[in-house]
């Protein structure tokens, strides 16, 4: 199957500072992304989604300001948490479709956040 | 707004028993239901999709059915096996079918024991 990657997996960051995710389609191209928040033993929660060369779309209650999020190839997004406290402190995981009528989602490993 | 209920309790079975998982939704029937397994610390895999106009569907040892009158789809383990041990999602997409966005089910997490 269609495999994504995610970088860093792990990061420790100090309050206050900004950390920038990747998530790559290795290959397939990504018509268009997903990144999700999972906090433990609930459920993931879909942030934004990024399509390519445009503007993401934030869900409800996602601050566009403090997660950027870039979409600069068709195998590239970034999703940068800015000014990072404790609370931002979560499970961030990406997916990718890669257009079609497929619906399925390919889904990085995820990347674990840690705000001191 | 849609909501999701899956077993809330951890599924303990033995192996070589059938597992099965619930998945319940309140509002709108969508227009198709995924299954994805999630272990610890890792990111979701895909497994199924079935679609509104199906009611069954099958994968090897897995079996997925979907019943719109109910609002319920049922996820199936036969001859399950302790590699089998896993948290299940079940996934719908946004009403009208957003381009892929999904909403997740809490997951039920299934132990087998050998």
């Known amino acids: 199957g269609a495999v994504v990657s995610q970088h860093p997996s792990r990061v420790i960051c100090k309050s206050g500072t900004s950390v920038k995710i990747e998530c790559r389609s290795l290959?397939?191209?990504?018509?268009?992304m997903f990144w999700y928040r999972q906090f433990p033993k609930q459920s993931l929660m879909l942030m934004a989604t990024s399509n390519e060369g445009s503007k993401a779309t934030y869900e409800q209650g996602v601050e566009k300001d403090k997660f950027l999020i870039n979409h600069a190839s068709l195998t590239l997004s970034t999703l940068t948490v800015t000014s990072a406290h404790p609370e931002d402190s979560s499970f961030y995981i990406c997916?990718?479709?890669?257009?079609?009528?497929?619906?399925?989602?390919?889904f990085g490993p995820g990347t674990r956040l840690t705000v001191t | 707004s849609q909501k999701i209920e899956q077993n809330s309790e951890a599924l303990n079975i033995q192996e070589g028993k059938t597992a099965t998982l619930t998945c319940n939704y309140t509002?709108?029937?969508?227009?198709?239901l995924q299954w994805y397994r999630q272990d610890p610390g890792r990111g979701p895999v895909f497994l199924l999709l079935i679609r509104e106009n199906e009611k069954e569907k099958r994968k090897e040892r897995l079996k997925v059915t979907f019943d719109t009158t109910l609002k319920q789809s049922l996820f199936h383990i036969t001859a399950s096996q302790p590699a089998d041990s896993a948290t299940y999602l079940c996934?719908?997409?946004?009403?009208?079918?957003?381009?892929?966005?999904?909403?997740f089910g809490q997951g039920t997490e299934l132990s087998v024991k050998p």
């Open positions: 290959d397939f191209q990504a018509t268009t």
């Open positions: 996934a719908l997409d946004m009403y009208g079918n957003q381009g892929g966005k999904l909403i």
């Open positions: 509002n709108y029937s969508p227009a198709y």
């Open positions: 997916s990718a479709i890669s257009g079609g009528l497929t619906y399925e989602q390919y």
